[in-house]
């Protein structure tokens, strides 16, 4: 039963993202990328998810997944409030975005002046809030904070490493990793 929880969690947050739309990368890249050398952060792997604990503005550690399917970061309600997430200026207070099921839910954007994970500093990061967290921590009996999308990883190289239960950042393809 906890396998098939897992699946749909996974389904529903790869599926909880804004809807499409031009220059969707840079559109939720954070505007700065702090890191110096290559890090290794260690990463918890329950069923078919990986999970990394970050800062955000200095407040935290959260637990969020990371999501590589996701076109956004998303924070719990919680967790906005926790950390004085700013509400987005843009003309419309909501997003519309697609939930696990297909159905179209509105996401409120904020910003949030960073994100810290393992060692590298995300500034003025792009998000959204989405209460969807707390159904998904009863599914997977554990808290979930948000979910870290891809654009967040905009600038760096990213590698999953599920035997060791890492999460590698770089500038660049590691010198001794393969090809």
């Known amino acids: 039963m906890k396998s098939t929880g897992s699946i749909f969690l996974v389904r529903l947050l790869l599926a909880l ?3 499409p739309a031009a220059g969707m990368l840079t ?3 954070p ?3 702090r890191l110096g050398d290559p890090v290794s952060v260690p990463a918890e792997i329950v069923g078919h998810a990986m999970y990394v604990n970050v800062m955000i503005n200095d407040h935290g550690p959260f637990r969020f997944l990371l999501d590589t399917g996701c076109s956004f970061t998303l924070v719990s309600p919680g967790v906005a409030e926790a950390v004085g997430a700013v509400a987005g200026d843009q003309d419309d207070d909501y997003v519309a975005a ?11 954007p904020v910003a949030l002046e960073s ?5 590298v500093r995300f500034e003025d990061v792009p998000a959204a809030v989405s209460d969807s967290f707390a159904k998904l921590s009863a599914i997977e ?3 979930i904070d948000g979910a870290l999308g891809f654009p967040l990883f905009a600038d760096l190289f990213l590698g999953l490493d599920f035997p060791n239960q890492r999460v ?3 500038r660049q393809w590691p010198v001794k990793a393969p090809a």
Request: charged content about 25%.
């Open 98 to 108: 697609r939930n696990g099921l297909g159905d179209t839910t509105e996401v409120e």
């Open 31 to 33: 505007l700065v990328t």
């Open 168 to 170: 590698l950042l770089g």
């Open 115 to 119: 994100i810290d994970l393992g060692g």
């Open 17 to 19: 993202q804004p809807l």
């Open 141 to 143: 009996g554990r808290r």
């Open 27 to 29: 559109d939720g890249a």
